[in-house]
């Protein structure tokens, strides 16, 4: 979220079927066989870290073949359904709410990292420069609507009625103490309607394709903030696959190799924070957001 923090856990929050999916789960066993292929869904194939990801992972005599997906809501549907081995895009809230709703047990094998979410416009500099009464767009799927809603809230163009939760939605937002108007759209669709609108909350998987870059963003969220574990990055799994050998070397490979943490930054613009989470931490982090999540209905 694949790039997918204010100052609590609840105050955070990463089209058609890729073209050319090479073929279904492989179910690779163990780490190193020369037979080994595994496929790993992602949003964003072109970013730096993935070909030097890719080259590691032959090295250690595994064949990586990566599924491109053009927006968040199909990468977990296809792990589920055995059409790719692993996905890398999404944090842990983004899971908890699929496995919520969906009834499944995907699981966290591996950190990534975590990034701030930003908010950029193409007509101010600044955020007190936004006129009030003017619009703001969000993404609209529920977990970086939250998160960026919080955003927003924390440099002073919205008030939350709840305080702000990682439950947060468009119906939470005082419009009558607020600044600015709120419009959700769709992550992929949000850089292309930038200009229609005074600002917006771009996932930084997209930020490029607004033609922007990273150091744009007008305001962000501070993905250092030690309650921030819900909205690290992962690499995430089929839960019977949660101990296979070689999905755990990939995750070895993709936090140590120098070269694709290299390509990690250089695709985040320096924003990444990468980690080296305990997969324990992960797990239980999740059924906790899970938990919650089933709670809020």
């Known amino acids: 979220m694949s790039r997918r923090v204010v100052s609590a856990v609840a105050a955070l929050a990463a089209l058609p079927l890729v073209i050319g999916l090479a073929g279904c789960a492989t179910g690779a066993g163990n780490a190193g066989g020369e037979d080994d ?25 595994i064949t990586v073949e990566l599924v491109d997906f ?75 609507q939250a998160r960026a809603l919080l955003v927003l809230q924390s440099a002073g163009l919205i008030e939350l009625k709840s305080g702000g939760t990682i439950f947060s939605d468009l119906a939470d937002v005082d419009e009558s103490a607020s600044k600015v108007k709120v419009k959700a759209l769709e992550a992929a669709l949000i850089p292309t309607s930038l200009p229609d609108v005074a600002a917006a909350i771009i996932n ?35 839960a019977e696959d949660a101990d296979n050998e070689t999905y755990q070397k990939l995750v070895e490979i993709f936090q140590t190799n120098e070269a694709v943490q290299e390509g990690l930054q250089e695709s985040s613009g320096n924003t990444a924070v990468a980690l080296q989470t305990p997969v324990a931490d ?12 089933a709670a809020n209905g």
């Open 204 to 238: 930084n998987d997209f930020v490029t394709q607004a033609g922007l870059s990273f150091e744009d963003a007008i305001a962000q969220d501070d993905p250092s903030d030690p309650n921030a574990l819900p909205y690290v990055n992962i690499f995430a799994a089929r």
């Open 70 to 144: 053009g927006s968040y809501e199909q990468p977990n549907p296809a792990l589920t359904e055995g059409e790719i081995d692993l996905n890398q895009f999404q944090h842990i809230v983004y899971l908890a709410q699929y496995n919520e709703a969906s009834g499944e047990d995907l699981t966290p094998i591996g950190s990534t990292a975590i990034y701030p979410l930003g908010l950029y416009s193409t007509k101010y500099d600044d955020v007190d420069s936004i006129p009030e009464g003017e619009t703001v767009a969000v993404p609209d799927d529920a977990s970086n």
């Open 282 to 293: 992960l797990v239980e982090s999740l059924a906790t957001v899970q938990k919650d999540v």
């Open 37 to 61: 292929v595994v496929t790993i869904g992602v949003v964003g194939k072109s970013d730096e870290q993935w070909p030097a990801f890719v080259d590691a992972a032959a090295e250690e005599g």
